[in-house]
């Protein structure tokens, strides 16, 4: 338009077309009147946003909700506006701000208030500043547009997926003898009326009364010997356990395919074992972060844990590595399943785990490798990479360790599923 408003202008003169001026003027003044209009029309706005459910899982759909009041003294324009995230570098969809009337006696508080809803689906976990919210303001020719920032960023908490897996083959070893990782509690099981003598400090209410009828004896409930098992989780959080960690070591931020990985394979069997009446306790082979206390019985308690699980970080393994000598403890097992979740550990997070599992604990190892170390035929990249899975493996099944080698990848449960296999196919052999 000012091209063309400038062309005019020197055809004006140079022909002789006096009426060419105003043209000229008209091309001009319209750009810029756009301009003013949409700088005039500024809104003055107060943003409420609200999450349901305030906690997301990593690839679910969360119900944002935007209150916008209209805090000027003059009606506001139709507009565009979107929230900024931090994975979308153009923000969440577009949504159309309708005209609302200024804050006055004359007009009623819903007049003066807009309500807008989108769904937010976070790809990953972590904790998020959703927000500013952006209003657009467009003339209504098009000319002139202006982008406005109002209110501030509100946090989100993304926790880890958690995916369903399947029951395994698991034991733990009991006073009783061998009792199932997942155990069945459902009335009129036959397991249930497995029983046995009644021993001194048994409670009366674990007596069976048709079993002790029948032998004459008081007989108690087998299975409730075990009502509570016991099971421990550890996490390799040192970066240096991740072929493909990557990140600024200033701000110490790291990312790593691989620990994701093991972060969702760690909340996904945590939850799975407490919902199966395990009581479930996390060690890392970093500088601890996780402070909550997992081996407790409260129905809130998984939530809150996963809600910890979106902060977990990679730490330096010069930061790290006192934590591990502060924890190589031997024989501090809980006579029950042990479940290790690492990358490439290094020979001194080996050793830790390996000191965690006391003789006769069933223990797992799932070692993650990075997708990004496997070449476009599936092989490992190089023979230093494949000799070290090797000594790795033979070092922990030497020791006694079921071995899962997994690729960060791999479905969980299908992955969980090699788990069962295994152990089942371990307990035929036995």
């Known amino acids: 338009m000012l091209v063309a408003s400038a062309i005019a202008f020197i ?3 140079a022909l002789g077309f006096r009426q060419l001026l105003y043209v000229a003027v008209a091309l001009a003044a319209l750009p810029l009147i756009a301009l003013a209009m949409v700088r005039m029309h500024r809104p003055t706005l107060s943003v409420t946003r609200s999450f349901s459910p305030h906690v997301v899982e990593a690839g679910s759909a969360a119900t944002v909700s935007l209150l ?9 324009m139709r507009a565009t506006c979107w929230d900024e995230v931090p994975w979308v570098e153009s923000g969440t969809s577009a949504l159309e701000l309708p005209v609302t009337q200024p804050r006055s006696p004359r007009f009623s508080r819903r007049s003066s208030t807009a309500r807008l809803v989108y769904d937010l689906r976070p790809p990953r976990r972590g904790i998020f500043p959703i927000g500013p919210f952006v209003v657009q303001l467009d003339d209504a020719f098009g000319f002139a547009t202006m982008t406005y920032r109002v209110g501030v960023t509100q946090d989100v908490i993304v926790t880890p997926e958690v995916v369903v897996l399947a029951e395994t083959g698991l034991s733990v070893s009991a006073g009783d003898g061998e009792s199932r990782l997942v155990q069945r509690r459902s009335s009129g099981d036959d397991d249930d009326s497995m029983t046995r003598e009644y021993r001194t400090g048994d409670a009366m209410r674990r007596v069976h009364w048709r079993a002790s009828a029948r032998h004459g004896d008081l007989m108690v409930r087998q299975e409730e010997q075990r009502s509570f098992p016991a099971a421990r989780l550890i996490l390799d959080t040192r970066g240096i356990g991740y072929e493909d960690l990557s990140g600024d070591e200033r701000t110490g931020e790291f990312d790593s395919d691989s620990f994701e990985w093991a972060v969702r394979m760690l909340a996904s069997v945590a939850v799975h074992l407490r919902r199966f009446g395990f ?17 407790r019985r409260h129905h809130r308690l998984d939530e809150e844990f996963l809600a910890e699980l979106a902060e977990l970080r990679l730490t330096l393994s010069s930061d790290s590595a006192p934590n591990l000598s502060g924890s190589m403890e031997k024989g501090r097992g809980s006579n029950g399943p042990i479940v290790a979740i690492v990358g490439a550990p290094d020979g001194q997070t080996l050793e830790w785990m390996i000191s965690q599992r006391r003789p006769g604990d069933v223990a797992v190892a799932f070692l993650v490798q990075a997708v990004s170390a496997i070449d476009s035929d599936g092989r490992s990249p190089g023979v230093r990479e494949s000799s070290s899975l090797a000594a790795t493996t033979t070092r922990l099944v030497n ?9 960060s990848d791999d479905d969980h449960a299908a992955v969980w599923e090699a788990v069962v296999f295994e152990t089942g196919r371990s307990r035929v052999t036995d």
């Not at 916008?68 to 506001?76: E, F, M, Y």
């Not at 009581?279 to 081996?295: C, N």
């Open 11 to 13: 055809a004006a003169y």
């Open 68 to 76: 916008v009041h209209n805090l000027g003294a003059s009606r506001t």
């Open 399 to 407: 020791a006694g360790w079921l071995v899962i080698p997994v690729r």
């Open 279 to 295: 009581l479930v306790t996390v060690e890392e082979s970093g500088s601890p972060q996780l402070e909550i206390d997992i081996s």
